[in-house]
Nanobody
Framework: QVQLVESGGGLVQAGGSLKLSCAAS????????MDWYRQAPGKQRELVAG???????NYADSVKGRFTISRDNAKNTVYLQMNSLKPEDTAVYYC????????????????WGKGTLVTVSS
């Protein structure tokens, strides 16, 4: 089994920065795409940013130019650097992995972390 543990959330003033981390552990041979999602109160969960194993990146329009996603494949860890934070960025941020090769040719699918709360005050 694969576990995802997020860290780095907290309270920050508008215009400030936070860096989230998500470490994957368990039986892992390789990880495909690693994503960050967020869910604000009363809203649906939305994709914030994603990065493939080869480093291809995509961002939600609302965070382009402010957030940066990166990953360390040796540590099975994905990061989200969040700058110029706005009150509308307040949400629980979730780490997601679409597929994990748990041994050559065998895959586990669709893993989620428990989330970390980011609160941006105005």
């Amino acid at each position: 089994q694969v576990q995802l543990v997020e860290s780095g959330g907290g309270l920050v003033q508008a215009g400030g920065s936070l860096k989230l981390s998500c470490a994957a552990s368990g039986t892992i041979f390789s990880i495909n795409t690693m994503d960050w999602y967020r869910q604000a109160p009363g809203k649906q969960r939305e994709l914030v940013a994603g990065i493939t194993s080869r480093g291809r990146i995509n961002y939600a329009d609302s965070v382009k130019g402010r957030f940066t996603i990166s990953r360390d494949n040796a540590k099975n860890t994905v990061y989200l650097q969040m700058n110029s934070l706005k009150p509308e960025d307040t949400a629980v941020y979730y780490c997601h992995v679409d597929s994990v090769e748990i041994r050559p040719g065998a895959y586990g699918m669709d893993f989620w972390g428990k989330g970390t709360l980011v609160t941006v005050s105005s």
